[in-house]
């Protein structure tokens, strides 16, 4: 095997023997400066921001020259009841952080903020500082004492020594002192970080690691993503690689590099509704953001077809003749997003005649994957954050491929890095387990399949936009899934909540909708559930299969392609005849599948390759409702984190 292009932050820190001691993390950071009450305005962006992680939370606060901070493990809720008993004292300066841990304990003692020695150095951190060890063994050599297990803390006590060397009269102090530091760490981070002396400047810094600031009117934000600070304001500044930020409640917002560099920093305006990260009536947002779908379908279309029938891409960055000169096609993408992905791959072979080939991100670059100048691929990622899916991207790049990114959040590093952006119109998503932003993604690949099949003369204008009429006519379809959803919520109640797996099987488009079922079912309501081809189920796991046993079919319309529906129906009928319980996803019409089946959800007749935008709705709400029926926590599933920025 071929090594890949650059050692990931991980494999250093293995190699180097440092990772059993290190914390990593990919979290949700805040930071604030302005008038109101900052430590509410801390909770209240940790609030919107715990979908990145939820093993603990703190927040910390300057007041009257001193640091106040409490943290506490588990959920926000801990914090919020702990500020309770012991509020923190008014301040116009704040920050916070919610973390999601891969090693070490999510305690109280690992919680963030951390803070130097003296107490006058408070950080947050999300990555990882690999060189944290010859860093920490230097401090003790001065005599500095741990007072946790992670990486974070040597950066509290060496901003803390930093800031003393820098004159008490220069006039950006702290960002200096953050700036030498920023120079001596190896890594992937984002750090937010006070000084109990500087009341009205925070700081932050990142590498590698997602982070944008906020402008207020008279007050200024930080957060990992916009969602930190989207009741507050709509503005917001962009953050490059190695880029530190300043936020200062006279001066503003600064923007220099690790080399002290200016930097013009790069406004944008948030489109997303404030109420999107609400949850409007709805018990979970899950439920709310797969009740938007059809509104999401409908945005991900509009005013994107040009007059020559192609697609008009957010950013592009590659020419007509880029798109003409591809010669194959890889897409990386991981979890939910690799199933748009499967889907896409289906649709760009048949309308584009071009080879495609999905792959897992996190495998993509360790196999040494043939990629030349004529390859294109494509990135899919809601969060635009996705590690393992950008170190693909970046390896991709190395070999000088084209990438075209599919990405929900605006501004974020995977469509920063790629050539061409479609940028995904979900709005936020909050739940942890993705549903809109997987529908989003699926109708972005039928997009991007039409726009390259216009641009190289496969299909004629007006065949684009017959297909795009067939799109346009889905959030419908989705709409009427949607309306009749009861029956599946009372079948998930009464007869599956208290099953202990589920099998679900598809061919064709369905096969990744299936994955998708059997993936929401595990992630939501951690069942064994396994999702497969149902050709593939009589070369081993019709096994599984005993009596009672649930099994979810995906079957295809029987007005589609050749003979997959008799197939399917074959399939249905092989495990029915070993004791399956079938719960068959069916065109409305289908009355060929009725015998075989136990329970019949009905979706819309559409086209074959735009059938998973309606099948994969009803799977959403299954996994949901059983969830919901076991009592689990539908938004915030145990060990998941909505931004996976860890390898
Ligand atoms: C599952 C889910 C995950 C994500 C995956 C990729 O419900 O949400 O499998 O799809 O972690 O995340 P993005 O799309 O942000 O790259």
Known sequence: MIPPACPTPLQVAAARGQLASTLVRMCGIVGY?????????????????????????????????????????????????????APLPASTIGMGHTRWATHGKPNDRNAHPHTSHTGHVAVVHNGIIENFAGLRDELESRGVEMSSDTDTEVVAHLV??????????HPTRLREAVRRVCNLLEGAFTLVITHAAEPDTIIGARRNSPLVAGVGDGEYFLGSDVAAFIAQTREA?????????????????????????????????????????????????????????????????????????????DEVRLSDQDFRDITKIFIIACGTSSYAGMIAKYAIEHWTRIPCE?????????????????????????????????????????QHAKILGICNTVGSTIPRESDAVLYTRAGVEIAVASTKAFLAQIVACYLIALHL????????????????????????????????????????????????QMLFLGRHVGYPIALEGALKLKELAYLHAEGFAAGELKHGPI?????????????????????????????IQEVRARGARTIVIAEEGDELVTPYADHVIRVPRCPVLLAPLVTAVPLQVLACEIAAAKGLDVDQPRNLAKSVTVE
């Open 33 to 85: 400066v302005g008038p109101q009450q900052a430590g509410d305005v801390v909770m209240e962006g940790l609030r919107r921001l715990e979908y990145r992680g939820y093993d603990s939370a703190g927040v910390a606060i300057v007041a009257d020259g001193e640091l106040h901070q409490r943290k506490k493990a588990g959920k926000l809720a801990n914090l919020s009841a702990e500020l309770s008993s």
């Open 160 to 169: 803390d020594e930093s800031y003393e060397r820098v004159p008490a009269d």
């Open 237 to 313: 500044i962009e953050l490059g690689q190695d880029q530190i930020c300043e936020l200062h409640r006279e001066r503003g917002i600064t923007v220099t590099t690790f080399d002290g560099g200016a930097v013009e920093p790069v406004h944008y305006t948030i489109d997303w509704d404030d109420a999107a990260a609400e949850k409007g009536g709805y018990d979970w947002f899950m439920l709310k953001e797969i009740a938007e779908q059809p509104a999401v379908v409908a945005d991900t279309i509009r005013g994107r077809l040009t007059d020559t029938g192609g697609i008009a891409l």
């Open 358 to 398: 999905v792959e897992l991100a996190s495998e993509f670059r360790y196999r040494d994957p043939v990629l030349d100048r004529s390859t294109l691929v494509i990135a899919i990622s809601q969060s635009g954050e996705t590690m393992d899916t950008l170190m693909a991207l970046r390896h991709a790049k190395s």
């Open 453 to 500: 099949a216009s641009v190289r003369g496969v299909k004629w204008g007006d065949e684009v936009a017959a297909i795009v009429d067939q799109i346009r006519s889905m959030p419908d379809a989705v709409e009427r899934v949607l309306d009749t959803m009861e029956p599946v919520r009372t079948l998930a109640r009464t007869e599956l909540a208290d099953v202990q």
């Open 543 to 571: 096994a599984l299969v005993s009596e009672g046993t649930p099994v979810v079919v995906v079957c295809p319309s029987p007005l589609g392609r050749d003979s997959l529906h008799s197939k399917v129906v074959s399939n």
